[in-house]
């Protein structure tokens, strides 16, 4: 049977990513004294790698793809196929940020401002290729962790990726600039790429993880309704295209399918409600395969 070798991302992307695949159709156990997580899918075999590395063990064919950031494939300057962007982090659904930071009570305002400076970072390359673009000459220093306590002492300035900032502020450091913008990305080996069975195993399951990640956030609603309270109901529904309606057995009726942001349920079914819409249900929804 042949198989495709896939990289899954150890470390904090770890369980956001298993639970999008959970979403998406597959179950993944992974026993903590183990680097290959069984998958009920005898096609894939996978392997937990640092996101940091993914890029190069697919670019180098030991893995066929993998899952990693935009940032750690400018990193590594890896040549893969960027197959899908998969748009979601730790802890949202959205991007993530590298940022220069420095102390709230730094005078550094701005990159020049760091002329000959110590600056801590885990992304090194980038750092560097992005001080040499705004023409600056500072110190870039590997930094193994706990980044955001280095400055003021052991370092003047760090570039540290962030979700939602709170980090940053909670350790007394102020943003200066946004060096990069960076999402998770699927990406493949160019020659697994080439093989027709393996693009096509890909493009499935990047198919059924975009349609998990088009359904966070969203439910589907069902309901019943007269034919004369239709256009009243169809006003209240912001829909992800147009609700499908389907006739029913009695002629004077009709059922109302849709999907909707689920924040929006708690105003929109009393709204329904009041426009004559009965046997209304809410369901939730794994994918949305647009």
Same mark, same amino acid.
């Given at each position: 049977?042949?198989?495709?070798?896939?990289?899954?991302?150890?470390?904090?992307?770890?369980?956001?990513?298993?639970?999008?695949?959970?979403?998406?159709?597959?179950?993944?156990?992974?026993?903590?004294?183990?680097?290959?997580?069984?998958?009920?899918?005898?096609?894939?075999?996978?392997?937990?790698?640092?996101?940091?590395?993914?890029?190069?063990?697919?670019?180098?064919?030991?893995?066929?793809?993998?899952?990693?950031?935009?940032?750690?494939?400018?990193?590594?300057?890896?040549?893969?196929?960027?197959?899908?962007?998969?748009?979601?982090?730790?802890?949202?659904?959205?991007?993530?940020?590298?940022?220069?930071?420095?102390?709230?009570?730094?005078?550094?305002?701005?990159?020049?401002?760091?002329?000959?400076?110590?600056?801590?970072?885990?992304?090194?390359?980038?750092?560097?290729?992005?001080?040499?673009?705004?023409?600056?000459?500072?110190?870039?220093?590997?930094?193994?962790?706990?980044?955001?306590?280095?400055?003021?002492?052991?370092?003047?300035?760090?570039?540290?990726?962030?979700?939602?900032?709170?980090?940053?502020?909670?350790?007394?450091?102020?943003?200066?600039?946004?060096?990069?913008?960076?999402?998770?990305?699927?990406?493949?080996?160019?020659?697994?790429?080439?093989?027709?069975?393996?693009? +096509? @195993?890909?493009?499935?399951?990047?198919?059924?993880?975009?349609? &998990?990640?088009? %359904?966070? $956030?969203? !439910?589907?609603?069902? /309901?019943?309704?007269?034919?004369?309270?239709?256009?009243?109901?169809?006003?209240?529904?912001?829909?992800?295209?147009?609700?499908?309606?389907?006739?029913?057995?009695?002629?004077?009726?009709?059922?109302?399918?849709?999907?909707?942001? +689920? @924040?929006?349920?708690?105003?929109?079914?009393?709204?329904?409600? &009041?426009?004559? %819409?009965? $046997?209304? !249900?809410?369901?939730? /929804?794994?994918?949305?395969?647009?």
């Amino acid at each position: 049977m042949r198989r495709l070798k896939l990289g899954l991302p150890k470390g904090s992307l770890q369980d956001a990513t298993l639970e999008l695949f959970r979403r998406a159709g597959f179950e993944i156990s992974v026993n903590p004294r183990s680097y290959f997580p069984a998958i009920d899918d005898d096609e894939i075999e996978c392997m937990l790698i640092r996101a940091q590395e993914m890029a190069r063990y697919v670019e180098d064919g030991i893995l066929d793809a993998g899952l990693t950031g935009k940032d750690w494939i400018l990193e590594n300057e890896a040549s893969v196929i960027e197959a899908a962007d998969l748009i979601y982090a730790k802890q949202t659904f959205g991007k993530v940020s590298w940022v220069l930071a420095v102390p709230e009570k730094s005078p550094f305002r701005s990159v020049q401002d760091l002329e000959g400076k110590i600056i801590a970072t885990e992304l090194v390359g980038v750092t560097k290729r992005y001080l040499a673009e705004h023409g600056v000459k500072a110190k870039v220093e590997f930094s193994w962790g706990a980044t955001e306590v280095k400055p003021p002492v052991l370092a003047d300035a760090i570039v540290e990726v962030t979700e939602t900032g709170s980090s940053l502020r909670a350790n007394g450091l102020r943003i200066v600039e946004k060096v990069l913008e960076s999402n998770t990305q699927f990406i493949a080996n160019r020659d697994s790429w080439a093989d027709a069975w393996k693009r +096509e @195993k890909i493009q499935t399951i990047v198919m059924l993880l975009k349609g &998990a990640i088009e %359904a966070a $956030g969203k !439910v589907g609603l069902m /309901l019943n309704v007269r034919r004369a309270d239709l256009d009243k109901v169809l006003g209240v529904l912001p829909a992800l295209k147009r609700p499908t309606v389907s006739n029913l057995s009695d002629p004077e009726w009709v059922a109302v399918n849709t999907v909707i942001e +689920e @924040k929006t349920v708690r105003e929109i079914i009393p709204r329904l409600k &009041a426009a004559n %819409a009965q $046997g209304i !249900v809410e369901y939730p /929804l794994n994918k949305i395969v647009l």
